[in-house]
Every structure is written in C-alpha cells, then in structure tokens.
C-alpha cells in the first residue's frame, strides 16, 4: 500500500513554500506598511504648513504681545528672534528716577549716543515710545548674560545709592530704568531697545518700526 504524501494530506512538501492564504496575509501586511509610510512621507508638507508662525519667528518676523493688566512697576517676558523681550510699565517713582541729574552723572551713554542700540524714536531719556512703557532686549552688553531686576531701592548687596534698575549678576554691570548703562562697569553700551509700535493701549509689536518697516 503506498503511504499518503504531504500532498495529499495538505502539508507542504518544501517548508520554503508558503500556503495561499500565508502568501496573500504577507501580501496585505507589505502594502499596509508601504500605504502608511506613504501617508508618513504625503503628511510631512502638510504638517510644515501647519507651522509658519514658529519659522517665521525664527526668522525674525514681528510678534504681537498684549500687556493687558501690567500693574505699575510690574514687567513681562515675550520671545523675538529667540531672545526675551522684557515690558515694563514704570511707575512715577520709576519716571522721575529716569530725570534726576544725580543718576545721570553715573550713566555712560545718559543720551544714547550709540545708535545701534536702539531705533531713533527711541533716543530719548526713556528710551521708549510712551514713557510709561519700555520694551527691551535683557541681555547684557558684556558677555551676554540675563540681568536681573532690581527695583527695590538701597538694598544691603547693591548699596545705599542704587535707585533701582537692572542687575547683571555674572560680572556686575548696573542699568537703569531704561537699560542705560552705569559707568566703570564690564557693559560697554546700553541695552538694546528692539523696533517696536503700538497696535492698541495693551498691545505692542515688536520687531516692526511704526513706519512699518522690520
């Protein structure tokens, strides 16, 4: 009696050799895999067009922060050109500090003379549009650190003479309400004022000129 062979009993005779159904599971397998890889690849623009606000800004386009609620003597931090951007709404104490003849005999450059440091409508005792506003790049013209704020008056660190401004606390260097630079300190120039204009009384932009060039 012949003994039955792999063929008729259904067995593949070669274990190389897949059965129809393995062969047409491995089939779809292989296209879900290459349909979603296509998907993959397809979305890529799409998803780079969802994100123009973050290249754009990288790239130094203009951006839009409202100060809405900013109390006298309070500041906040947006972000342009991937540096921070502080505003500060000064107070009256704050303003009259800015004027005294005591705080600018200790400035070196009281008039912004140096002109890279900020546009021109902002050359004046404020550095700023409106006076109670600033809006200013913190960092420092020395070596590129943070400065820190420091509006309290006479304090024990900084002596019974600072009348309140800004700190640099990697090498010492002292500016004042307006980023002015103090004298026989690392900082060479003041603080950069960046292009700015208003866009409401709680809105400003920054990174646009009000003549509306960048």
Same mark, same amino acid.
């Given at each position: 009696? @012949?003994?039955?062979?792999?063929?008729?009993?259904?067995?593949?005779? &070669?274990?190389?050799?897949?059965?129809?159904?393995?062969?047409?599971?491995?089939?779809?397998?292989? @296209?879900?895999?290459?349909?979603?890889?296509?998907?993959?690849?397809?979305? =890529?623009?799409?998803?780079?067009?969802?994100?123009?606000?973050? %290249?754009? *800004? !990288?790239?130094?386009?203009?951006?839009?922060?409202?100060?809405?609620?900013?109390?006298?003597?309070?500041?906040?931090?947006?972000?342009?050109?991937?540096?921070?951007?502080? =505003?500060? *709404?000064?107070?009256?104490?704050?303003?009259? @500090?800015?004027?005294?003849?005591? /705080? %600018?005999? &200790?400035?070196?450059?009281?008039?912004?003379? #140096? +002109?890279?440091?900020?546009?021109?409508?902002?050359? &004046?005792?404020? %550095?700023?549009?409106?006076?109670?506003?600033?809006? /200013? #790049?913190?960092?420092?013209?020395? /070596?590129?650190?943070?400065?820190?704020?420091?509006? $309290?008056?006479?304090? *024990?660190?900084?002596?019974?003479?600072?009348?309140?401004?800004?700190?640099?606390?990697?090498? +010492?260097?002292?500016? $004042?309400?307006?980023?002015? #630079?103090?004298? &026989?300190?690392?900082?060479?120039?003041?603080?950069?004022?960046?292009?700015?204009?208003? /866009?409401? !009384?709680?809105?400003?932009?920054?990174?646009?000129?009000?003549?509306?060039? !960048?």
């Amino acid at each position: 009696m @012949t003994e039955p062979s792999d063929s008729d009993v259904g067995g593949p005779q &070669n274990p190389d050799v897949l059965p129809d159904v393995s062969r047409r599971k491995l089939l779809v397998t292989a @296209t879900a895999i290459a349909g979603g890889a296509g998907i993959a690849a397809a979305s =890529i623009p799409f998803i780079a067009s969802m994100m123009p606000s973050e %290249r754009a *800004r !990288a790239a130094g386009a203009p951006v839009d922060v409202s100060f809405a609620g900013l109390q006298p003597g309070g500041q906040v931090t947006a972000e342009w050109r991937g540096k921070p951007v502080w =505003i500060l *709404r000064r107070g009256e104490a704050m303003l009259k @500090t800015l004027e005294s003849p005591s /705080l %600018r005999q &200790n400035l070196a450059d009281p008039d912004s003379k #140096v +002109g890279s440091q900020q546009p021109g409508y902002a050359r &004046n005792a404020f %550095r700023s549009v409106k006076p109670e506003y600033l809006v /200013l #790049v913190p960092i420092c013209t020395h /070596l590129g650190c943070v400065p820190t704020f420091r509006p $309290d008056v006479a304090p *024990r660190d900084l002596g019974p003479d600072w009348p309140g401004g800004y700190f640099c606390p990697c090498h +010492g260097s002292k500016f $004042d309400f307006a980023g002015r #630079v103090y004298r &026989n300190v690392p900082a060479p120039t003041n603080l950069v004022v960046p292009p700015h204009h208003y /866009l409401s !009384a709680t809105t400003v932009r920054i990174g646009e000129d009000p003549e509306g060039g !960048a």
